[in-house]
């Protein structure tokens, strides 16, 4: 099994900035990409910021100059660095991991992995 927990999500006031971590762990053989969606109420979920083992990023043109994502490959871990935070970044932030999986005996399998989420609220 492979998990994710995510964490750093809260409350902040419009133009401010929140940091979101996230770290994988279990039966990891390798980590291809990493990310995060969010989801807003009454909305479907969508791309936030999404990273390669290599250090390529996407970003949705939404959070485009506004947001960071980073990785640590050693640690298994992605963060997005939130600023200059607005009302509608109000959502739940999904971590994301697309990788690979060991079993017992050695056997390697594809494995797209979602956290639990954690609330980033923004008052305006």
């Known amino acids: 099994q492979v998990q994710l927990v995510e964490s750093g999500g809260g409350l902040v006031q419009a133009g401010g900035s929140l940091r979101l971590s996230c770290a994988a762990s279990?039966?990891?053989?390798?980590?291809?990409?990493m990310g995060w969606y969010r989801q807003a109420p009454g909305k479907q979920r969508e791309l936030a910021a999404t990273i390669t083992s290599g250090g390529s990023t996407n970003y949705a043109d939404s959070v485009k100059g506004r947001f960071t994502i980073s990785r640590d490959n050693a640690k298994n871990t992605v963060n997005l660095q939130m600023n200059s935070l607005k009302a509608e970044d109000t959502a739940v932030y999904y971590c994301?991991?697309?990788?690979?999986?060991?079993?017992?005996?050695?056997?390697?399998?594809?494995?797209?992995?979602w956290g639990q989420g954690t609330q980033g609220t923004v008052s305006s």
């Open positions: 279990g039966s990891i053989f390798s980590i291809n990409g």
């Open positions: 994301y991991m697309r990788g690979m999986r060991t079993i017992p005996g050695g056997a390697k399998y594809h494995v797209d992995t």
